[in-house]
């Protein structure tokens, strides 16, 4: 049967280690861990662990570091995750299985993205599809030195919940008192290295992200702008995620008609994106737009949320578009079909 390497890069993760390590003994076969200058405790908990324990001189560079770690790695298949995350394992038998039959080298894995204040809930997550498993000395590696990627990972094929969830990643790292942490660094490192690559749009897209977080939502809407224009650029399509960036951010700064003039564009590109319809409701209900508003988001219900190649807002197609639906109809006057609406709303949470 295949056996997997969990590979992972850690720095002061004392708070979140633990969970991570107890989750992964239940799949793995073998855990690295390598410490890049960790002043807590977490080399000490690693250490009551069965993990091969590696410390690695910092370089501001995490592409580095992982690579580092997959070196180490001997088992069929390396899994990476970072130490805010947990694995939870629904039928690791299945899922053995399906490794030893496999023929590609690069594996999606579901991902629930929590966010907001603590204790994580459900209802307040984002979820998608992310290549967190490869087959090992199949010269795959990470690259980037912040927000780093797996050379392939961005040709991920569409899979559905229903289809592959043996395993899925619980992500705590989106929680407010996380992303007020780590800003600042992340802010620092992606402009440091848009000084060595000013024409990566992916570089532009990250920073949009860490001012966003922040609530600039000026710089942040031209750096999103910049990311798309880089990659109309080179000739590329942007992806559907710069996209949804950007009218989050113009929601998020309550230009409603700008969304409302614009979002048909990206909604072209990417039909099929439940979040795209689910931002352009929001915003014709902002504008007063009841009966458009109603309609769009009854299109999210018939779109679902069930395309993990995009990162969807949980609820986009389902329970939040009813409750809008609701809201639609309370504005509308008719209070029946609003609680109708609210109750079927109610079903899904």
């Not at 799949?27 to 080399?43: H, N, P, Q, Y």
């Not at 599809?129 to 990972?153: M, P, Q, T, V, Y």
């Not at 590329?236 to 003039?261: F, N, R």
Request: hydrophobic letters at 40%.
């Amino acid at each position: 049967m295949s056996t997997i390497s969990l590979c992972m890069i850690v720095r002061n993760e004392e708070k979140n280690i633990e969970r991570c390590l107890k989750s992964a003994a239940k799949l793995a076969d073998e855990i690295i861990v390598v410490d890049t200058g960790s002043e807590d405790r977490t080399k000490a908990i690693c250490k009551k662990h069965k993990v091969k324990l590696f410390d690695f001189a910092w370089e501001d560079d995490f592409a580095t570091a992982r690579n580092f770690a997959v070196e180490k790695a001997s088992c069929d298949w390396v899994m990476w995750l970072d130490a805010d995350e947990e694995l939870q394992i629904k039928d690791k038998k299945a899922f053995k299985k399906l490794l030893q039959k496999e023929k590609k080298d690069l594996i999606p894995v579901i991902m629930i993205h929590y966010y907001g204040e603590y204790p994580a809930d459900k209802s307040r997550a984002y979820k998608n599809s992310a290549c967190r498993l490869f087959r090992n000395k199949s010269g795959i590696c990470f690259s980037g030195k912040i927000h780093e990627r797996l050379a392939g990972d961005d040709l991920i094929e569409r899979i559905s919940e229903e289809e592959q969830d043996y395993i899925r990643i619980l992500h705590y790292g989106y929680m407010d008192d996380v992303i007020k942490h780590k800003s600042d660094r992340n802010r620092e490192m992606l402009l440091k290295e848009r000084e060595e690559q000013p024409e990566n749009a992916w570089v532009q897209y990250h920073l949009a992200v860490e001012y966003y977080h922040t609530k600039a939502y000026a710089e942040a809407y031209g750096l999103v702008n910049l990311a798309i224009l880089q990659f109309l650029k080179e000739e590329l399509l942007p992806p559907a995620i710069v996209y949804k960036l950007k009218y989050d951010i113009l929601l998020a700064a309550e230009d409603y008609e700008t969304v409302a003039q614009s979002i048909e564009k990206a909604i072209e590109l990417y039909p099929d994106y439940v979040d795209l319809y689910y931002d352009k409701g929001m915003a014709q209900f902002a504008l007063g737009e009841y009966e458009q508003a109603k309609s769009t988001f009854l299109h999210c219900l018939i779109l679902g949320e069930d395309d993990l190649r995009y990162l969807i807002v949980v609820g986009a197609g389902s329970f939040l578009a009813l409750k809008y639906i609701g809201r639609c109809h309370e504005m509308l006057q008719e209070k029946e079909q609003a609680q109708e609406a609210y109750r079927q709303a109610e079903l899904l949470l």
